[in-house]
């Protein structure tokens, strides 16, 4: 039977692959010229979000894991930026920013929140 580690059942772990691949989809249309630039920063930065929450929960202290949620949620504002920029370059229509905005929204809420209860637990590791 296939094991299952803690940060795969974390809703905002879900999320994430989610936005990791509305991502991936919404680049598909970049111009060729933006591989190596706006579609290779977006994509790095959204796959960031998953690989700091799964590094945060393979930390002991909740020192360590709170830190790794907020790195979550910093590249999730890179996200975002990104987004933007790419919007205002024509590469992402006003539809396709507004969905991403919303999954975004979603995101940073509950990160904010994990980050808060491990931020409030005791810790006698850290």
């Given at each position: 039977?296939?094991?299952?580690?803690?940060f795969?059942?974390?809703?905002?772990?879900?999320?994430?692959?989610?936005?990791?691949?509305?991502?991936?989809r919404?680049?598909?249309?970049?111009?060729?010229?933006e591989?190596?630039?706006l579609?290779?920063?977006?994509?790095?930065?959204?796959?960031?979000?998953?690989?700091?929450?799964?590094?945060?929960?393979?930390?002991?202290?909740?020192?360590?894991?709170?830190?790794?949620?907020?790195?979550?949620?910093?590249?999730?504002?890179?996200?975002?930026?990104?987004?933007?920029i790419?919007?205002?370059?024509?590469?992402?229509?006003a539809?396709?920013?507004?969905?991403?905005?919303?999954?975004?929204?979603?995101l940073?809420?509950k990160?904010?929140?994990?980050?808060?209860?491990?931020?409030?637990?005791?810790?006698?590791?850290?």
């Amino acid at each position: 039977m296939r094991r299952t580690f803690g940060f795969e059942k974390l809703e905002v772990y879900r999320q994430a692959k989610d936005l990791i691949k509305e991502v991936y989809r919404l680049t598909r249309s970049f111009p060729a010229e933006e591989r190596y630039g706006l579609t290779s920063q977006i994509k790095r930065a959204a796959l960031s979000v998953a690989s700091n929450l799964a590094e945060g929960q393979g930390r002991l202290s909740r020192r360590d894991q709170a830190h790794f949620s907020q790195m979550a949620y910093s590249s999730l504002m890179e996200v975002l930026c990104q987004s933007d920029i790419a919007h205002e370059l024509g590469y992402l229509g006003a539809q396709d920013l507004e969905g991403i905005r919303q999954m975004i929204e979603s995101l940073a809420m509950k990160l904010s929140a994990l980050h808060a209860s491990q931020v409030d637990r005791k810790d006698s590791s850290s």
